[in-house]
């Protein structure tokens, strides 16, 4: 009886806050960024990867569900609040910051070395046979070869760094295994996206596949694609991260939510990413 109580309220509450909302396709546009080194032109609306065929014929970016306004910051690097913090990045990975002085730079050399693999992460990694997402590896180089405490997964400084890492993946297309030693975590991210959570019992298909394109309350619901992340959100004045995209929608249902950057959400992201195969990744992306 309680679990007919909830999801009857989950159905009220839904049905009340989509209630007048009129269909709102995603806007048809090209995103082209100005930038220092000349125009890119970005990926934003393709055919559905093959494994989401069964459900949607094409996968959009959650750019073109956004207001001409918040669109239009992302079209100029120098327009885009989000660039501030990938400059913050810089200054950081440029910083001997470690015991003993080590930097990103004295191991990496400069941040392009990092090109191409935002648009593969999260993956497994060879050695560990654990998933990795970026915060992971960040935390990894901070620890074992700067000999500092874990920056943690949410925190400034991360997301600085992440802003850096991903501007350099701008562009180049999201191609996330899910197969071979990847399968049982992208099973498993799944599993999760398709789970009813919370008092609300609602799942992240039921906004972001059952429901997107509809506007509930003043919002657009988009597909939920991560290409753009960790993404400027006007909403919040600053960046934020994937995973805590993730904390913030299961809190929405009013539940207790896993923790940024755990086993769960770690194969949520992977699963999350691959509905996005085939998008370009933007960089820092500006949202509502």
């Known amino acids: 009886m309680q679990r007919q109580s909830h999801m009857r309220l989950a159905a009220t509450v839904f049905s009340l806050a989509l209630a007048g909302g009129a269909m709102a396709d995603p806007v048809e546009d090209t995103l082209v960024i100005e930038t220092d080194?000349?125009?890119?032109e970005l990926v934003t609306t393709t055919a559905a990867p093959a494994h989401l065929q069964d459900v949607m014929d094409t996968i959009w970016s959650g750019w073109h569900f956004r207001e001409d306004e918040t669109r239009d910051l992302q079209r100029d690097d120098f327009d885009n609040p989000g660039m501030v913090f990938a400059?913050?990045?810089?200054?950081?990975?440029?910083?001997?910051?470690?015991?003993?002085?080590?930097s990103c730079a004295?191991?990496?050399?400069g941040p392009e070395s990092m090109k191409g693999l935002r648009a593969v992460l999260p993956r497994v990694d060879e050695k560990t046979g654990k998933l990795m997402i970026l915060e992971n590896y960040v935390n990894a180089c901070v620890t074992e070869r700067m000999g500092l405490e874990?920056?943690?997964?949410?925190?400034?400084?991360?997301?600085?760094?992440?802003?850096?890492?991903?501007?350099?993946?701008?562009?180049?297309?999201?191609n996330v295994a899910i197969d071979g030693p990847a399968a049982p975590f992208w099973e498993q991210g799944k599993e999760i996206y398709y789970t009813r959570y919370g008092q609300l019992e609602m799942a992240c298909a039921n906004c972001h596949e059952d429901q997107q394109g509809k506007m509930?309350?003043?919002?657009?619901?988009s597909q939920g694609q991560i290409n753009g992340f960790p993404t400027y959100r006007l909403k919040d004045a600053g960046m934020v991260s994937a995973?805590?995209?993730?904390?913030?929608?299961?809190?929405?249902?009013r539940a207790e939510t896993f923790k940024a950057g755990s086993d769960e959400f770690k194969?949520?992201?992977?699963?999350?990413?691959?509905?996005?195969?085939?998008?370009?990744?933007?960089?820092?992306?500006?949202?509502?």
């Not at 874990?150 to 999201?174: C, H, N, P, Y």
């Not at 509930?216 to 619901?221: E, N, P, S, T």
């Open 37 to 40: 080194e000349g125009q890119i």
């Open 267 to 288: 194969a949520l992201e992977l699963y999350v990413a691959s509905r996005g195969n085939g998008l370009s990744i933007e960089g820092v992306s500006v949202r509502h």
């Open 106 to 109: 004295g191991c990496h050399q």
């Open 243 to 253: 995973q805590q995209r993730f904390v913030g929608c299961v809190r929405d249902t």
């Open 216 to 221: 509930i309350r003043a919002d657009h619901l």
């Open 87 to 102: 400059d913050r990045g810089l200054d950081s990975w440029n910083a001997a910051q470690g015991k003993n002085g080590e």
């Open 150 to 174: 874990a920056w943690g997964t949410t925190g400034d400084k991360m997301k600085d760094m992440l802003a850096l890492i991903s501007m350099q993946s701008r562009g180049e297309v999201v």
